[in-house]
């Protein structure tokens, strides 16, 4: 198994599904302090990104009416920094992981991202996360 790192590697965001969106935004940025680097989507859609510092974010998802959450399982995925995307969705579709988002680009706040996830072999949830700006 070749031990070459994935484009550029390291830890982007995490992200956490929010039952109380409103409470949980508190905590996060009065509570224990981290601003709010981004955020996009209305009602049961809002998702906000959280400096925690160093590059690292925390993505605050709202849930959708009938999410069911796994009492202590709100975490949703971990994103990866990537400097390329669909090569990055290549490579973990040839060790045989379940793609589940295609790389496509979207929008936030004038920015465009690149994104894709895929499943780890334990069905994890992983994300490639391409944008230095974000």
């Known amino acids: 198994m070749s031990t070459s790192r994935f484009s550029q ?7 956490l599904r929010a039952r109380n969106f409103d409470k949980s935004l508190a905590f996060y940025t009065e509570g224990m302090g981290f601003p ?21 974010y925390l993505e605050l998802f709202a849930c959708t009416e ?3 959450i796994i009492e ?3 975490f949703f995925h971990v994103a990866l920094r990537s400097t390329d ?10 060790l045989g ?3 589940t988002i ?3 680009s979207v929008d936030v706040n004038g920015k465009t991202i690149r994104v894709g996830f895929f499943l780890g072999p334990d069905k994890e949830t ?8 974000l």
Do not use: M, Y
């Open 36 to 56: 709010i680097a981004h955020s996009w989507g209305e009602g049961e859609k809002r998702i906000a990104l959280l400096d925690l510092g160093d590059g690292n």
């Open 9 to 15: 590697g390291g830890f982007h965001h995490i992200a």
């Open 72 to 74: 202590g399982n709100q």
């Open 85 to 94: 995307v669909d090569t990055d969705i290549e490579k973990v579709r040839e």
């Open 102 to 104: 295609e790389p496509k």
């Open 126 to 133: 992983w994300e490639f996360f391409q944008n230095d700006e």
């Open 97 to 99: 992981c379940t793609i």
């Open 66 to 68: 009938g999410t069911e």
